[in-house]
């Protein structure tokens, strides 16, 4: 690291559970991110600073933060890439913060349980199992809704998941949709049952906020869209109004 710093703004927890922010000097290098600062202000000034990384490689989605307002990875964001006086890191949002930035996942993973997130093999009928193979077509479909980390930054960055206590989020959704698509996942029909109604896909506004902010380029927001399309078509070959 060279001689220059940067002042970063962390959200810290009291002992008595107040919420308060802290100021803290780091060097600043030109491939320092904001896991860099957090572990320099760990090492070097304050050994009780609270917050989680794994991979350091965008793979582990353990270390969702908010940058400035905006969700990030922590290990994925240059520091000096984010503009402004100061850099503010605070934790995910619609998560209860445990400590400083580390925040409990358990609603995130609930509403991922909602929707079914386990493959079912489709039966049939005592023949080989369904099969694709990565140059099909069908595969391309799915592939653009695969490879969630499940970091949270789509359900922190939706203002539904806020307002809609039982509202799914955009990471399950997008995940229902990966598994509705796929031949050979046997559930079909069935996952879209929980989806349809005001608390679930009809509730999404579609103003891309999840998309904008997903690390692994993947588009909840399109997802979405698809699953109203493929539950309004459905309810039409029943019969039913929509
Ligand atoms: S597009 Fe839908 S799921 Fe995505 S952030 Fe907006 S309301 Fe939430
Ligand atoms: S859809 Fe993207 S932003 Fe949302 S949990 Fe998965 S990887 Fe993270
Ligand atoms: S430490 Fe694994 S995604 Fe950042």
Same mark, same amino acid.
């Given at each position: 690291?060279?001689?220059?710093?940067?002042?970063?703004?962390?959200?810290?927890?009291?002992?008595?559970?107040?919420?308060?922010?802290?100021?803290?000097?780091?060097?600043?290098?030109?491939?320092? @991110?904001?896991?860099?600062?957090?572990?320099?202000?760990?090492?070097?000034?304050?050994?009780?600073?609270?917050?989680?990384?794994?991979?350091?490689?965008?793979?582990?989605?353990?270390?969702?933060?908010?940058?400035?307002?905006?969700?990030?990875?922590?290990?994925?964001?240059?520091?000096?890439?984010?503009?402004?006086?100061?850099? @503010?890191?605070?934790?995910?949002?619609?998560?209860?913060?445990?400590?400083?930035?580390?925040?409990?996942?358990?609603?995130?993973?609930?509403?991922?349980?909602?929707?079914?997130?386990?493959?079912?093999?489709?039966?049939?009928?005592?023949?080989?199992?369904?099969?694709?193979?990565?140059?099909?077509?069908?595969?391309?479909?799915?592939?653009?809704?695969?490879?969630?980390?499940?970091?949270?930054?789509?359900?922190?960055?939706?203002?539904?998941?806020?307002?809609?206590?039982?509202?799914?989020?955009?990471?399950?959704?997008?995940?229902?949709?990966?598994?509705?698509?796929?031949?050979?996942?046997?559930?079909?029909?069935?996952?879209?049952?929980?989806?349809?109604?005001?608390?679930?896909?009809?509730?999404?506004?579609?103003?891309?906020?999840?998309?904008?902010?997903?690390?692994?380029?993947?588009?909840?927001?399109?997802?979405?869209?698809?699953?109203?399309?493929?539950?309004?078509?459905?309810?039409?070959?029943?019969?039913?109004?929509?």
């Amino acid at each position: 690291m060279n001689g220059r710093g940067r002042t970063v703004r962390v959200a810290r927890t009291a002992p008595d559970g107040r919420r308060y922010y802290e100021d803290f000097r780091v060097p600043l290098g030109p491939q320092t @991110t904001i896991l860099d600062a957090l572990l320099y202000i760990h090492r070097h000034l304050d050994r009780t600073l609270a917050f989680r990384y794994a991979c350091r490689q965008a793979m582990c989605g353990t270390c969702g933060v908010r940058v400035n307002g905006v969700e990030r990875l922590a290990c994925y964001t240059l520091l000096g890439a984010v503009p402004g006086r100061v850099v @503010t890191v605070e934790p995910l949002r619609h998560l209860p913060v445990i400590r400083d930035l580390v925040v409990d996942f358990g609603p995130f993973f609930r509403a991922w349980a909602a929707i079914r997130p386990a493959f079912v093999p489709a039966d049939n009928d005592g023949a080989e199992p369904a099969r694709i193979r990565p140059d099909d077509p069908d595969r391309r479909v799915i592939d653009r809704h695969r490879e969630c980390i499940s970091c949270g930054l789509c359900y922190s960055a939706c203002d539904v998941v806020g307002t809609r206590p039982g509202f799914p989020g955009p990471a399950a959704l997008n995940h229902a949709l990966c598994l509705v698509l796929d031949r050979r996942d046997g559930a079909g029909p069935d996952r879209l049952k929980p989806i349809d109604g005001p608390e679930g896909c009809w509730a999404c506004h579609g103003l891309l906020a999840c998309s904008n902010v997903c690390p692994k380029g993947l588009d909840p927001t399109g997802a979405i869209e698809d699953l109203k399309r493929l539950v309004a078509f459905g309810r039409r070959r029943n019969g039913v109004a929509v």
